[in-house]
């Protein structure tokens, strides 16, 4: 990576999968947030759909596959805690199990301590950075019609 490229913005989309009251964590290993419980997503890449990225970050992190899913928000994050700084836009979606009886698996070890599900009104602490800002708002990540 030229330093150009690494200075600009990127595009990560997050997956809150849901499942009843609870949402799908993993406590991560990479650098960014590292030791933090996260959502799976990862970087959206050229020419990806939202939708698709979400599809393919949940797959090659957790084996699960996804359905019903929708935009839910947006955040511009700036990490300048780590060795390299970077800046990114992760659009939030929420999806559901397109099986219910699927459990996660966790095929990136080095990336992720493995995957759960939590009750959102009881999460796991520490969590990473932009899902604690929204645990700490009155954001819900589901449905108006849910609960
Ligand atoms: P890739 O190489 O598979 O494309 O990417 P990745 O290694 O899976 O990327 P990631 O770090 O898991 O996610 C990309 C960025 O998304 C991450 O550096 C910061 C941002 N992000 C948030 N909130 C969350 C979250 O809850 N989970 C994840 N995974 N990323 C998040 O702002
Ligand atoms: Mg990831
Ligand atoms: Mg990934």
Redesign the pocket.
């Known amino acids: 990576e030229n330093s150009g490229e690494a200075s600009r913005p ?1 595009v ?1 989309v ?1 997956v809150f999968l849901l499942k009843g009251k609870k949402v799908l964590l993993g406590r ?1 290993r ?1 650098s ?2 590292r030791d933090t419980y ?6 959206l ?1 050229f020419g990806e759909s939202f939708e698709e990225c979400a599809t393919r ?1 949940v797959k ?2 957790t084996g699960l596959d996804i359905d019903r899913i929708e935009f839910v928000t947006v ?1 511009n ?1 700036v ?1 300048s805690k780590v060795d390299k700084p ?1 800046h ?1 836009v ?1 659009i ?1 979606m929420r999806a559901f199990l397109a099986n219910p009886d699927q459990v996660p698996q966790n095929p ?1 070890p080095d ?1 992720c301590e493995g995957w759960d599900w939590y009750d959102w009104n009881d999460l796991p602490r520490p969590l ?4 604690e800002t929204m645990a700490q708002s009155d954001f819900s990540p589901f449905p108006d019609c849910y609960i």
Do not use: C, Q, W
């Open positions: 990127k990560a997050v991560r990479s960014v947030g996260a959502l799976p997503g990862g970087h890449e970050e090659e992190e955040t994050n990490y970077v990114i992760a939030f990136e990336k990473f950075g932009p899902l």
